[in-house]
């Protein structure tokens, strides 16, 4: 096969859930484990960093990676889904992974896909593993999927473990309550391996310790070992600061968005935690927080794509995603808002639609995935409660219409699923 071909082959034979929903969902590491052995267990060659939590992980994972890599090492990098590439699910040092590896790859685990039938998702964490361990990195930090406990990627033995925060999200699989999904997202916690935890949220707080007493491993919780005295976004960048006694230290980064700083300050504590690991040098953090778009090809959280009108894409879809991404909105000065928007079938409208902007134009739109809500239906119910807009029959189609009808002082906002985004940029 070439690589159109194999790539149809991993789309159409496994099951995907960002595609297909709940027949991808398997709470169970067999096939992963049975595609790993096969392979040699490429994922005990190799130290990571595992991150698990509902929002941010991959904002921290591409900070993470660009630091470490500015300093003189080998990181690798696991995300997902995908944006325009499927490659982008697997980098190191910011290159994507080349067609010729996956062809390979997939051909010589082509007869154990048929045997065992595993999704896509148990497919594609192989194949990360397998290249990181023929590449010999130095380093990978890896994100989960969906939950933790039963994630794919959780057959890890970690430097160290970290969890974002908890929100709802995937109530259907991680369950109904925050306590419930902080369970799942807990899983990722290994024996004596130290746990970090990005936010504070004192209603989960026990679930956190209660796992970490466990496994016997040390926690930490990110402000407690890292302050940010100041934060200021814009949609150049942003920019903090810290004490180290009383000394001010000063650092930017080119990531935008208010939410980053939860994510900034989660990424300052890690380093705390790995600083000796490396050997990391405070030059090479700072370097690496200047260029994480550049050094390991970051997309889709608070992105420009031009001005006049000001247009930006935000790949929020759950609940805090969009609540972050009303604060972004709110610190721009603009005279009319449009939004492109579409969903997934999965989410709950009723929780979502009353925190849209209820002052702005929107542009109903289905993302072009079998999993995708239809956008008559989601115009209805979102008129139902309250906002104005009209439905289009595709993404490019909303958003050409939304392009159209602003001015150049007005706001253009595209969002509420990474495969909305993922057809504009």
């Given at each position: 096969?070439?690589?159109?071909?194999?790539?149809?082959?991993?789309?159409?034979?496994?099951?995907?859930?960002?595609?297909?929903?709940?027949?991808?969902?398997?709470?169970?590491?067999?096939?992963?484990?049975?595609?790993?052995?096969?392979?040699?267990?490429?994922?005990?060659?190799?130290?990571?960093?595992?991150?698990?939590?509902?929002?941010?992980?991959?904002?921290?994972?591409?900070?993470?990676?660009?630091?470490?890599?500015?300093?003189?090492?080998?990181?690798?990098?696991?995300?997902?889904?995908?944006y325009k590439d499927f490659r982008e699910r697997i980098k190191i040092n910011g290159a994507l992974v080349s067609e010729a590896y996956i062809i390979d790859f997939v051909e010589r685990v082509k007869p154990l896909i048929e045997e065992i039938e595993p999704s896509f998702f148990e497919i594609t964490v192989a194949m990360a593993f397998d290249y990181f361990a023929k590449e010999k990195v130095d380093v990978a930090v890896i994100e989960t999927g969906m939950g933790g406990r039963f994630d794919s990627t959780n057959v890890l033995t970690p430097l160290l473990s970290i969890i974002t925060n908890i929100s709802y999200d995937h109530q259907q699989f991680l369950g109904d309550t925050l306590e419930k999904i902080g369970f799942e997202k807990a899983g990722i916690i290994k024996d004596e391996v130290p746990v970090l935890i990005g936010e504070y949220q004192k209603e989960i707080e026990d679930v956190f310790t209660d796992k970490a007493m466990q496994m016997s491993s040390s926690m930490f919780y990110a402000h407690e070992l890292f302050k940010i005295a100041d934060y200021d976004s814009s949609f150049e960048g942003s920019k903090f600061s810290t004490f180290f006694g009383k000394r001010k230290i000063f650092y930017s980064t080119d990531l935008a968005g208010p939410f980053q700083k939860k994510n900034l300050q989660t990424a300052m504590a890690a380093f705390v935690l790995l600083k000796e690991e490396f050997d990391l040098s405070d030059e090479a953090i700072r370097r690496g927080l200047e260029n994480i778009r550049t050094n390991t090809y970051f997309l889709g959280r608070c992105m420009k794509l031009q001005d006049n009108p000001?247009?930006?894409?935000?790949?929020?879809?759950?609940e805090a995603g969009i609540k972050e991404l009303n604060d972004i909105v709110k610190?721009?000065?603009?005279?009319?808002?449009?939004?492109?928007?579409?969903?997934?079938?999965?989410?709950?409208?009723?929780?979502?639609?009353?925190?849209?902007?209820?002052?702005?134009?929107?542009?109903?739109?289905?993302?072009?995935?079998?999993?995708?809500?239809?956008?008559?239906?989601?115009?209805?119910?979102?008129?139902?409660l309250g906002l104005t807009g009209q439905h289009y029959p595709s993404v490019q189609d909303a958003y050409k219409s939304a392009l159209k009808d602003a001015s150049a002082e007005d706001l253009v906002v595209v969002s509420g699923s990474i495969f909305v985004v993922a057809e504009v940029i």
């Open positions: 096969m070439n690589y159109q071909e194999t790539l149809d082959y991993l789309f159409l034979k496994l099951p995907m859930f960002q595609r297909v929903g709940d027949q991808a969902f398997k709470k169970d590491l067999t096939n992963t484990i049975r595609l790993l052995e096969s392979l040699g267990n490429p994922h005990k060659t190799f130290k990571s960093i595992h991150i698990a939590g509902t929002n941010g992980k991959g904002s921290l994972t591409h900070i993470l990676a660009s630091c470490l890599q500015e300093n003189g090492l080998k990181v690798a990098c696991y995300t997902s889904p995908h000001l247009v930006i894409v935000d790949s929020a879809h759950n610190s721009i000065a603009y005279k009319k808002l449009y939004f492109v928007y579409g969903t997934v079938t999965d989410k709950d409208l009723s929780k979502i639609i009353p925190i849209l902007p209820a002052k702005a134009s929107y542009y109903f739109c289905k993302a072009d995935i079998p999993r995708g809500m239809d956008a008559e239906k989601l115009s209805t119910a979102a008129q139902s």
